[in-house]
């Protein structure tokens, strides 16, 4: 009778660890899953949409330039000061992994609803459904005090070399 009722304790306990252990899990995968957009800068504009994960992101403002479906004008910012990131032309394109190449690879893309974007990877714009946005023109780059860095690209691809400007001479 005594190993019934020990055996039984032994039970319930494995039993409430068990559940306490699944809940921590369940919270976790929760809440590492969810990514709240964090509080919108003055200076950022009430269209822009965020994008990003638990470590950070950016917001996003591309429109569709007239005349082409796959050609917009983005600005992106820093999701904490604000400040702009980047902004230029980008083009939509549709991307496959080339495993022999170990790279992305572009192509044209079929018009879309609207862009549902994933993350700023410094140059492109990853959104969702093996989308993305590339640079296709000049991108201006803030860099502080001023000035601006600068880099014509052709679908993605760097052409020449980068250059700084002061914000003066855009004027």
Not at 27 to 33: I, V
Not at 76 to 83: K, R, W
Not at 123 to 145: C, F, M, N, Q, T
């Amino acid at each position: 009778m005594m190993n019934i009722h020990k055996m039984l304790k032994v039970t319930i306990g494995f039993i409430f660890i068990f559940i306490i252990f699944a809940y921590f899990i369940i919270d976790y995968l929760f809440n590492s899953c969810y990514v709240i957009a964090p509080e919108r800068i003055s200076s950022i504009p009430p269209e822009a949409v965020w994008a990003g994960g638990p470590d950070g992101g950016s917001w996003f403002l591309c429109k569709k330039e007239s005349g082409r479906d796959d050609l917009y004008s983005c600005v992106i910012y820093n999701d904490f000061t604000g400040t702009v990131w980047s902004k230029g032309l980008y083009v939509l394109r549709r991307y496959e992994w080339n495993e022999a190449k170990k790279q992305a690879e572009y192509f044209p893309a079929e018009p879309v609803e609207s862009l549902q974007y994933v993350f700023y990877g410094g140059s492109i714009i990853e959104l969702r459904g093996s989308l993305a946005l590339v640079p296709d023109g000049i991108i201006d780059y803030p860099v502080g005090k001023g000035y601006i860095k600068r880099q014509r690209y052709n679908l993605g691809k760097p052409i020449g070399e980068e250059y700084q400007i002061s914000e003066s001479e855009l004027k």
